[in-house]
């Protein structure tokens, strides 16, 4: 079985510019979740998507963060313009429960943004 | 709201060595979930347990076992024997519903 797949693997940009984080969760799962891991903290929620609707984006900075899952498959995290606390590692995560309550998640690899 | 402290940062030992990592939560549901997860250097996080609010009964799974115990809302994980291949950062996590909060994670470094 193929795993939570993620593109790109590392992103250096500059602030103000844009950048977008493709994910591809494992076949059937039915919530795909993005996470935010700051280096030397836990991933932090950005996100929580149940097939095509959004579930929970409190803690999304909607000013500058968007994210869609259009086909209720795979998924795209957008940051534009970009600052430099956004450096990070985003996670993508899926999880075969359709409510996402006790099931585990399985995780990407995640994608490694630097801001300069 | 749900918290999860796990107050060692860093932790060495040298291999065969037995060791403990704390995860403390705080939460006010009566139902709930617990997590752990090892993320080694390639960066995926990978499941290792999950134990729901209602089952204290402690787990072993070959050179892994976890303590749960409500009354200090703490769920504690063991390696027996560590190995190099151990080394990794931990995270315990808590979900309510469908939002799963993470700790900061323990760095588990096991020298040869």
């Known amino acids: 079985e193929a795993g939570v797949a993620q593109s790109p693997r590392y992103k250096i940009i500059e602030k103000r510019q844009s950048v977008a984080f493709w994910c591809n969760p494992i076949?059937?799962?039915?919530?795909l979740y993005w996470y935010q891991q700051i280096l030397g903290q836990g991933p932090k929620l950005l996100i929580q998507?149940?097939?095509?609707?959004?579930?929970?984006d409190s803690q999304l900075p909607k000013d500058r963060f968007s994210a869609e899952r259009l086909k209720g498959v795979d998924s795209t995290l957008k940051i534009q313009p970009a600052k430099l606390e956004d450096s990070a590692v985003y996670l993508c995560?899926?999880?075969?429960?359709?409510?996402?309550?006790?099931?585990?998640?399985?995780f990407g690899e995640g994608s490694r943004l630097t801001v300069l | 709201a749900q918290k999860v402290t796990q107050a060692q940062t860093e932790i060495s030992v040298v291999e065969k060595e037995d060791v403990t990592l704390d995860c403390v939560y705080e939460?006010?549901?009566?139902?709930?979930?617990l997590f752990w997860y090892k993320q080694p250097p390639s960066g995926e996080l990978v499941f290792l347990i999950r134990?729901?609010?209602?089952?204290?009964q402690n787990e072993i799974s070959g050179r892994y076992s976890w303590n749960f115990q409500k009354s200090t809302s703490s769920f504690n994980f063991t390696i027996t024997a560590s190995q190099v291949v151990d080394s990794a950062v931990y995270f315990c996590?808590?979900?309510?519903?469908?939002?799963?909060?993470f700790g900061k994670g323990t760095m588990l470094l096991v020298s040869p």
């Open positions: 998507f149940q097939n095509n609707g959004v579930v929970d």
């Open positions: 939460t006010r549901d009566t139902t709930y979930y």
């Open positions: 076949s059937g799962h039915a919530t």
């Open positions: 134990r729901n609010s209602f089952d204290e």
């Open positions: 996590a808590l979900r309510r519903y469908s939002t799963l909060t």
């Open positions: 995560a899926s999880s075969p429960d359709a409510g996402g309550y006790t099931g585990e998640l399985f």
